[in-house]
C-alpha cells in the first residue's frame, strides 16, 4: 500500500495502477482523505499510553475503498491492509457519512441556473431542445435484510432489493438521487413519492427556457422509458411507430436515454459493493454507502472532465427572483397549479410532437 503514496513510488505506471485501484487519481484521493480527516478525528491517527502508534489514516480510509471498489466483505481487507473486521465495519460507516456531510452539498445538489444552461445546450446539440437528463430505477440487492421485510422488499428476481432512482446527463453526472422504496414498487411508484420535481411544483426551481417550432417553453423534461407517465416533463418513446418520422424520433430518444443507464454501469464497474448484495443491515447505512458512491462518482467526473471541450460553452442563465407570497391562500393555489402543469398530458403530446417534426426538419437539413 505505501508505494501508492510515497513520493519515490510514483513513475507512471504507479499512478495508473493508483487509478486502477481506488477508481480515481491520488491527488483526488488525497483531497478526499484531507477532507475527511479534518470532519472526523476518528480518521486520525493516535498514540496509546504506551506510546504505540494506532491505524494510520490511509489504512482506515483504504479500507473502506477496498470495500467500495472490489465489493469485499470486512474481513477480507486484514490481508492487506492489516486492519480488523469490526474497525473496517466501523470505518466504513464513518467514512460515507462524513463524505455525505462534506461533499453532498455540492456533489449531489439540484441543477442551479448554470447549470440547467448548460445541460439546455448539451440536450439542443444532441436534438432534444428542453432535455435536462435521463430518468430510471435500478435495484440493489440486499442480502441480510431482515426475515419479517423480506416479502416487502422482493423484487422481480425474488430477491429483497431497494430501488435507486436517479436522473444523469451526457456526461453521466448524476442529478438526482432517491433511494429507499422497496423493491416491490414500480418506477411509478418511485417517482410518485420522490422528490424530483418538488423545486418546481413550489417555484423554487431555475428556469429552463426553450423554443420548439416556435412556440415558447418554461419547464425541462427529461427522458424516460415507456413505463413513466404521459407527464409534461417526462418524454417517452414511441412503442410502435409507424411513419418514418416516429421511427426516426422512438430512435434519437432511445439513443439520448440511455445515459441513465450507461450512468449506472459506470457507478456499479466502479464500485463493486453496489454492483453485488448489500451485507450491512440497517437502510441508513445501505442509504450512506449508495449515496457516498454516486458523490464520488461525480468528483471523479469533475476531476477527468475535458475543461477545453466546446460543449462546455454555454451562455450563463439569468438568476431566478423569487417573489415573495404572504397570502397562504394564494401560494397554495400556485403550487397546485404548477403541479397540475407539471402532469398534464395535453402538454406531453404537444411536445411530443413537436420534437419529431424538429427532430426530423434537423436531419433533412443535415441531408441537404
Known sequence: MIIYF???????HALMMFRRRYQMSRN???RIVDAIKDHDMYFEQRIDALGRFGLSTLQKITAVFRMLAYGLPADATDE?????????????KRFCRAIVEVFGERYLRSPTPNDVARLLHIGEQRGFPGMLGSLDCMHWKWKNCPKAWAGQYAGRSGSPTIILEAVADYDLWIWHAYFGLPGTNNDI???????????LASGIAPPAHYVIQGKEYDMGYYLADGIYPKWSTIIQTIRDPHSQQKKYFAMKQESCRKDVERAF???????AIIAGQSRFWRKEVLHDI?????????MIIEDE???NAPIQDAVEAPTPT???VIDENLRFEQFLARHKKIKDKNVHFELRNALIEYLWEQRNNFEN
Open 322 to 324: 423569487i417573489e415573495m
Open 6 to 12: 510515497v513520493i519515490i513510488f510514483q513513475p507512471h
Open 305 to 307: 472532465r475535458d475543461l
Open 290 to 298: 449508495i449515496t457516498t458512491c454516486i458523490i464520488l462518482h461525480n
Open 265 to 271: 454501469g459506470v457507478l456499479q464497474s466502479r464500485f
Open 80 to 92: 492487506y491492509v492489516k486492519i480488523g473486521e469490526s474497525t473496517t465495519i466501523e470505518s466504513m
Open 189 to 199: 411508484n418511485v417517482l410518485e413519492s420522490s422528490h424530483l420535481f418538488s423545486n
Open 28 to 30: 483526488l484521493f488525497l
